[in-house]
């Protein structure tokens, strides 16, 4: 008879009870108070690979327990014995394993609960399932997860170096900065050698890490130079497209190594074990090499990591051509503007200044400009104005525009309602240039003084004259239609004349519309705002010149997003230069102008004959002009 047959015989219980555990999905072990076996059940047989007969007796801990590796576990360590210590509650866990009878381990989650007959222990239950699928499931997700994070982080990084690449035009700060995005996230140090064009001198910015959580120290210096011999494979090297590794331990066993002559020094300075150099390249061209290095414990970079950098170094490559492109282009348009914009002539003792800021745009180029020569009469012609549009091709109106009346008015003796005729026959006939605004001046008057403007405005904000008290006021007359507004729409409008004396010492403004105009800003509140500043400058700085008053005034209103063109005309003391006058004559004009320096103002060269006074004639409806 078996022990079946004896469970049968005692009570329907005990039988219902053993085919429980005879039949149950987890292996049960059951253990006497000193720990030996008494009890195992088939599904722990087949999960421990091992029969009953060869268990039941033995010490379970010393038998079955075990760590990952198949290592003994202390006696005293064993947490799955806790209830035959004298615990008395039930335990669990997921952190074991037990030994198979083949040598490999099982990991388990395990529940132990004390035995108790007759209200004394009698040992401990345990019931345990195989945990090696769940654990390999928990396994996989981890590394998917850790994939993942390290994926998010790779794709973080490039965002990151992305909107950096995009969002600077500086060289060197880009360098800075990227470095310190690579530091230490890729690297324990990271070094950016710039070569300049055709050249084997640059910039080197290396940027390491620190620590107890400090930033990243960057420093600057020259790259070291190159021997002749050591040229041409660091020429091969910038010209591929695959990132190099290398190690301290290779450039120190190689001196003639490509990377020895650059970064050995490096490794000597910075310490580190593994190095993965990236040549910057961008259409055909080379600009240097980014090294990131690791030093320490820390392994190699991974395949996956030199995939990143190499695609960041690209993406460098790249910025930094576009860099030399925004340069070249800004550079050409800077050439143009200065060729553009007219020199400021001397005339005895009127003192002017003129500043122009461009547009807020990388080309620096748009319609405004300013003007000022001597007209064949001898007087001196002052222009403000501002052709259509912020490009190029609104800079290439404006010196069609420009050139018209200068010709206009060179040749022609006539009132400046008339030039304006003229002009706006010409461009709307002879031009494609659009619509533009402007204000064409005479300023008439002999050596000494009275001195007088004669003007015409063309759609433009009025001249603001501040007198040397002061007080001030806009020049409102002689306003007119736009240029190639009225001739195209046959409108017959016209620009009446308009006179104003220009008080001793006064100062004459012209500007165009982005001084007093923006988005968030009304024209009216931007003309209040001007002459608010113009009259509070005046009084606190009486005795500066012309080109300090500009300066101060294009600080206090700050104009932005539009361009910007200034001219601005200070009158002589009154009979300053008048024959017999022996007062000293005012400081020098400034050479200071937005025009090129190696131009001389229009008409500079040449004799001009003295004006003759035209104020009687003026007042009586204007000069006479033959």
């Known amino acids: 008879m078996d022990g079946t047959d004896r469970i049968t015989d005692r009570a329907p219980e005990a039988v219902f009870l053993h085919a429980v555990l005879q039949d149950l999905g987890a292996g049960v072990i059951t253990v006497d108070a000193s720990g030996l076996i008494t009890f195992v059940n088939p599904w722990a047989e087949h999960l421990l690979g091992r029969p009953r007969e060869r268990m039941l007796g033995r010490d379970a801990h010393d038998l079955l327990h075990r760590r990952h590796d198949g290592g003994a576990v202390p006696r005293g360590q064993c947490s799955m014995r806790a209830p035959l210590r004298g615990g008395g509650s039930a335990e669990l866990g997921s952190e074991e394993y037990l030994l198979r009878a083949d040598g490999t381990t099982v990991p388990i989650i395990w529940s132990t609960t004390p035995l108790r007959v007759a209200g004394r222990g009698t040992g401990m239950v345990t019931v345990f399932h195989d945990f090696s699928l769940q654990r390999e499931a928990e396994e996989r997700a981890a590394a998917h997860t850790a994939a993942l994070e390290a994926l998010t982080g790779r794709l973080n990084l490039v965002a990151d170096v992305s909107a950096l690449l995009m969002s600077t035009v500086d060289a060197s700060g880009m360098g800075h900065r990227l470095l310190r995005l690579l530091v230490p996230r890729m690297g324990d140090w990271a070094a950016l050698d710039l070569y300049a064009a055709g050249s084997w001198e640059g910039e080197r910015i290396v940027v390491r890490a620190t620590r107890d959580g400090e930033r990243p120290v960057a420093l600057e210096a020259p790259v070291p130079s190159l021997p002749e011999e050591g040229r041409r494979p660091m020429e091969r090297l910038m010209s591929g497209d695959e990132p190099v590794r290398t190690t301290a331990e290779e450039l120190a066993a190689d001196p003639d190594a490509p990377l020895a002559a650059t970064h050995r020094v490096l490794f000597d300075r910075l310490g580190g074990r593994s190095a993965v150099v990236v040549p910057l390249r961008a259409r055909q061209r080379s600009f240097g090499m980014l090294t990131v290095a690791r030093a320490g414990s820390a392994p190699p970079h991974s395949d996956a990591e030199i995939t990143l950098l190499s695609d960041i170094g690209r993406r460098t490559g790249m910025a930094m051509d576009n860099i030399r492109l925004y340069h070249e282009q800004r550079s050409v348009a800077e050439t143009m503007q200065r060729q553009l914009l007219a020199p400021l002539p001397q005339v005895g003792r009127l003192r002017m200044a003129a ?23 001898g007087v001196t012609a002052l222009v403000i104005g501002d052709v259509v549009g912020h490009d190029r091709q609104a800079a290439a109106h404006m010196a069609e525009v420009r050139n018209m009346l200068r010709a206009l008015a060179w040749d022609h003796q006539e009132p400046p309602s008339v030039i304006m005729r003229r002009l ?165 004009q400034s050479p200071h102008s937005p025009a090129a320096p190696d131009r001389a103002a229009p008409g500079s060269t040449r004799e001009h004959p003295e004006v003759r006074d035209p104020t009687r004639a003026a007042r009586r409806g204007g000069p006479t002009w033959e």
């Open 355 to 377: 500043r122009y800021l461009p547009a807020q745009s990388a080309m620096e180029i748009g319609g405004d400009w300013y003007d000022a020569f001597r007209l064949s009469d």
């Open 424 to 588: 706006d026959e010409a461009v709307t006939h002879t031009s494609d240039a659009p619509m533009a605004t402007l204000v064409f001046a005479r300023v008439e008057g002999g050596e000494g003084g009275p001195w007088q403007l004669h003007w015409v405005t063309a759609g433009h904000p009025p001249p603001l004259l501040v007198t040397a008290e002061g007080d001030t006021r806009f020049l409102t007359g002689g306003h007119g239609p736009l240029i190639g507004m009225s001739a195209v729409l046959h409108l017959g409008l016209s620009w009446p004349d308009a006179y104003e004396d220009l008080p001793p010492e006064s100062t004459l403004l012209l500007y165009t519309d982005g001084l007093v105009e923006s988005r968030g800003r009304s024209i009216d509140l931007g003309l209040a705002r001007l002459r608010h500043h113009a009259a509070v400058l005046t009084r606190r700085t009486a005795g500066r010149t012309v080109d300090d008053f500009c300066d101060e005034l294009l600080a206090r209103i700050d104009p932005g997003g539009d361009d910007v063109a200034l001219l601005a005309l200070r009158m002589p003391a009154a009979g300053a230069g008048a024959p017999g006058d022996a007062s000293p004559p005012p400081p020098p």
